[in-house]
């Protein structure tokens, strides 16, 4: 068993549920998802990450430094470390017309995006319809059993980890890499803009010491052929 500091990559399990009611509404078990039933079309499974790099919920993310690898914890977190508690301000009255002219009949649960903002209708009354644009887990003390599985030492391995969860792969072959003499070799699925490249060049040469350089590349349809990304 090892310690677990800022910047280990550690291999972790985990199901994260509300407090007050015992629902579950994250995990990266499948059974529990289908169980419970979540989105089943999330790839699931162990996850890497980077402590301190709160690629996951930042609460989590720092509790579990100073844990030990192949262990498993309870770790409650409270709003302010979680998703925010809820602001008063982001609750608004709007006309229910306003939507019945757009063809949304509104209800209590339906979530909306109204330019570019989710909300969620608490209300419908009077011809007026109240929704709430906070984070719907704004406000709620959470739970989570976590499993730190192992730290993770191999650099290659590190390098996929860190892509995966930074890019938001779904899929277990949209990224592949390659570390030679120092140089990363990153092949995607789809072009990235520069400035991600170059955000992620820095911050892979930083966190893995090893790698002193990033290269991008692009998957071509053909086989064996891939194109080069021009920074």
Do not use: W
């Amino acid at each position: 068993m090892e310690t677990i500091s800022k910047k280990d990559f550690v291999e972790i399990e985990y199901t994260g549920r509300i407090k007050e009611n015992n629902l579950v509404f994250d995990t990266t078990s499948e059974k529990v998802a289908k169980e419970n039933k979540l989105n089943a079309n999330s790839n699931y499974g162990p996850v890497i990450i980077c402590i301190g790099e709160q690629q996951i919920l930042s609460g989590l993310d720092k509790h579990i430094e100073g844990r030990e690898s192949g262990k498993e914890y309870e770790i409650e977190i409270k709003p302010e470390d979680a998703f925010g508690r809820k602001d008063p301000k982001l609750i608004q009255l709007m006309p229910t017309a306003k939507f019945k002219q757009q063809k949304i009949q509104p209800m209590p649960g339906l979530q909306l995006n109204i330019d570019g903002v989710v909300g969620t209708i608490k209300t419908v009354s009077g011809g007026r319809t109240l929704i709430d644009f906070n984070h719907p887990l704004a406000g709620k003390e959470l739970l989570y059993n976590v499993k730190i599985n192992r730290k993770v030492t191999d650099e290659n391995e590190k390098l996929l980890g860190y892509l995966k969860l930074t890019l938001g792969s779904k899929g277990s072959n949209d990224i592949k890499t390659e570390i030679i003499e120092g140089k990363a070799k990153i092949t995607l699925k789809s072009k990235i803009p520069k400035e991600i490249q170059e955000m992620l060049n820095g911050k892979i040469t930083s966190l893995i010491p090893a790698i002193k350089s990033a290269e991008f590349a692009v998957e071509d349809k053909k086989p064996n052929n891939l194109n080069i990304i021009k920074s």
